[in-house]
């Protein structure tokens, strides 16, 4: 009995560790500006480490979005933002985060210019998951990307 409560302490502590380290990149970022990059870049790359050990799903996906999310909101590299974006979708296609990584995936590729592709997520977001905060906003989006267009 004591072990199982034991474990279940040690892996929330873990997921609380990691949220906290990817949290402190994530400000060091916006106070350092981009002169860190190379650092931010080793940070992630150990975070990806850490990930690697880490069993719930949940956590994983979480780290993986967060990460993403760095990369492209905070050192602008899009394609890095969408490789992980991508491995969420294809390693765990069915997770708590789907419809926020589709539409996460539709943002960076209309940022990066690219809105054939965008809309496909978007579409598929409003269609597959039209009852979330991220079909709204995929809504939004398409408004905006074929009110571009005409």
């Known amino acids: 009995m004591f072990y199982g409560i034991y474990k279940i302490m040690f892996k929330k502590i873990n997921i609380w560790v990691v949220l906290g380290v990817i949290g402190l990149c994530y400000l060091f970022v916006i106070f350092r ?88 997520y978007f579409n598929n977001v409003v269609s597959t998951y039209p009852e979330t905060i991220s079909a709204r906003k995929a809504l939004e989006k398409l408004e905006l990307i074929t009110g571009k267009e005409e």
Do not use: W
Not at 37 to 60: Q, R
Not at 75 to 104: R, W
Not at 109 to 119: F, R, V
């Open 33 to 120: 500006g981009k002169n860190s990059k190379f650092k931010i870049n080793k940070k992630i790359e150990k975070l990806s480490e850490v990930s690697k050990k880490i069993e719930d799903i949940d956590e994983i996906v979480g780290m993986k979005y967060i990460m993403a999310k760095i990369f492209r909101d905070k050192l602008n590299d899009y394609e890095k933002a969408c490789q992980k974006l991508s491995e969420i979708l294809d390693q765990y296609p069915e997770n708590i985060l789907t419809d926020a990584v589709m539409f996460e995936l539709g943002e960076t590729y209309h940022l990066m210019g690219n809105d054939e592709i965008s809309k496909k």
